[in-house]
């Protein structure tokens, strides 16, 4: 057994004390936060690597058997959101570095930055849902703190809303795990997916399954559920902000290809309910992005949009479908993330991100004009990019299984997106009007941390046949939840 999979949980979490410490150094604090994610990020990758080499990977801590003591395992999709979450972790650490001011640097930024992580990555990889439950709440306290960094007094307004919201949905959790714990007696996914197949009244493993759908709903931003994001997004600095849309909403979309595929994909109303709410949150949350006249404004809406697509995937339900909805959650990572850093570059160089008064930064900002196009185009599916390869398989999909209905909705919202990218180019980019620059926004380190994002977004499009078998191998886990029970109860 080994200790592998512990390492991207515990090495934040042991940087994040380290920082503590480090408050009125922030030259140090930077140094000491950079080093722990690329430490974590190789950690991740060999994570990932010998998950492919040797299969779904599991850490009994304190060698107490499964079900019995806590679990970590780990299959491709957990390695995967592992080491994405480091990637684009990193790119906006670096960002921050040079882009945070120093008494928001001086509030615990870096060790609140290390903790977001430990319970980012902590719902990745635990196998048990009481667990899952607790890994959710150290990202959320973490992400209040961040969300309020600075006091203004709008974010301290979205901040409580923001907290509300999650404390409702905290609490709707813990009242399905109490039930499904007073079904089957045990909380570990492995011996949850055994025995919810035996629960005598279908009614009851409805009721659960509804409520788990609500919790990983509203935290994944789902239609009706999303109204909270939008306004949250926009409140803190954008660095925290591209963290946020790249990072947490993705946590509730994994939990609910993690809960759906173990506990309740046999039930007949969950999948097309899922492909319904895909449908719905594609289209309303593109529309909302189309009325927006704020950069950030127009980017919080597509992240609603675009887990839609990620939710399509999963309400298909095929290995062609998840290995799409799988690909476009990789892809929707990298991009948003460094669409929101782009934002943030030019609210630095302009001092704001409202379309009507910003225009012309192509003339002193051009690589960053050219940064936004690719990932524009990425995020609204053109091909080459990986946005496309990620529609072309979900659309694909939707054909073979005559779900004519969404793949409809999924090309006018793809159109509409494209439409949303132009305007912000149009106004923010390309217009001549558009207010002075008040500081440099072509800082290096921030636009590395960008292109970083941006290439990798357009290596996985143009090299899509060595990303895809990654997402393929995920997809046949997840339709054979068997592997999953097997590795951690060992049974056959």
């Known amino acids: 057994m080994s200790n592998l999979p512990i390492l991207p949980v515990a090495l934040p979490l042991a940087s994040a004390v380290v920082l503590l410490f480090l408050r009125d150094r922030p030259a140090l604090s930077r140094t000491v936060a950079m080093a722990a994610n690329l430490v974590t990020f190789a950690a991740a990758a060999k994570l990932l690597l010998t998950v492919r080499d040797q299969g779904i990977q599991v850490l009994q801590f304190g060698n107490w058997p499964a079900p019995f003591g806590i679990v970590f395992t780990v299959d491709m999709l957990g390695a995967l959101m592992v080491m994405v979450t480091m990637v684009v972790s990193t790119a906006t650490l670096l960002f921050a570095c040079f882009s945070l001011d120093e008494p928001r640097e001086r509030m615990f930024f870096y060790p609140l930055f290390q903790f977001l992580l430990v319970g980012v990555n902590g719902s990745f990889l635990t196998g048990d849902l009481f667990n899952l439950f607790v890994w959710f709440e150290v990202l959320l306290i973490s992400s209040y703190a961040l969300m309020s960094l600075g006091g203004g007094a709008y974010q301290l307004q979205e901040t409580f809303k923001y907290l509300v919201v999650n404390a409702l949905s905290s609490c709707l959790f813990l009242i399905g795990v109490a039930i499904i714990y007073s079904l089957t007696g045990t909380?570990?996914?492995?011996?949850?997916?055994?025995?919810?197949?035996?629960?005598?009244?279908?009614?009851?493993?409805?009721?659960?399954?509804v409520i788990f759908m609500l919790v990983f709903s509203i935290k994944a931003a789902l239609f009706p559920l999303y109204m909270w994001l939008p306004r949250a997004y926009f409140a803190p600095p954008t660095v925290i902000s591209g963290l946020f849309g790249g990072l947490l909403t993705k946590v509730g979309v994994y939990a609910l290809f993690r809960v759906v595929s173990l506990l309740f994909a046999d039930l007949p109303f969950v999948l097309p309910l899922l492909v319904f709410v895909a449908g719905a949150t594609m289209f309303f949350g593109v529309i909302g992005a189309l009325s927006q006249w704020d950069m950030k404004r127009v980017l919080s809406y597509h992240i609603v949009s675009q887990i839609g697509y990620m939710i399509m995937g999963l309400g298909l339900f095929s290995q062609v479908a998840l290995a799409g909805g799988i690909f476009y959650i990789i892809h929707h990572i990298l991009v948003k993330t460094a669409l929101f850093l782009i934002a943030g570059a030019v609210e630095k160089s302009r001092g704001t991100t409202n379309l009507r008064r910003l225009g012309g930064v192509i003339e002193t900002e051009a690589l960053l004009a050219g940064l936004f196009m690719v990932a524009g185009l990425g995020l609204a599916g053109v091909p080459p990019l990986s946005g496309f390869i990620a529609k072309l398989l979900l659309i694909q999909a939707g054909l073979q299984q005559g779900s004519y209905g969404i793949v409809a909705v999924s090309l006018l919202v793809s159109f509409?997106?494209?439409?949303?990218?132009?305007?912000?180019?149009?106004?923010?980019?390309?217009?001549e009007e558009g207010l002075p620059r008040i500081e440099e926004g072509g800082n290096r380190a921030r636009l590395l941390s960008i292109a970083v994002l941006v290439l990798l977004g357009v290596a996985m499009g143009l090299g899509a046949s060595v990303v895809m078998p990654y997402a393929e191998t995920a997809a046949e886990q997840i339709l054979n939840p068997q592997l999953y029970v097997a590795a951690v109860l060992g049974e056959p």
């Not at 909380?187 to 009721?207: G, T």
């Open 187 to 209: 909380l570990n996914f492995a011996q949850l997916s055994v025995r919810m197949a035996e629960v005598p009244d279908p009614a009851l493993k409805a009721v659960v399954a």
């Open 416 to 431: 509409l997106t494209l439409f949303s990218m132009m305007k912000i180019f149009r106004y923010v980019f390309w217009r």
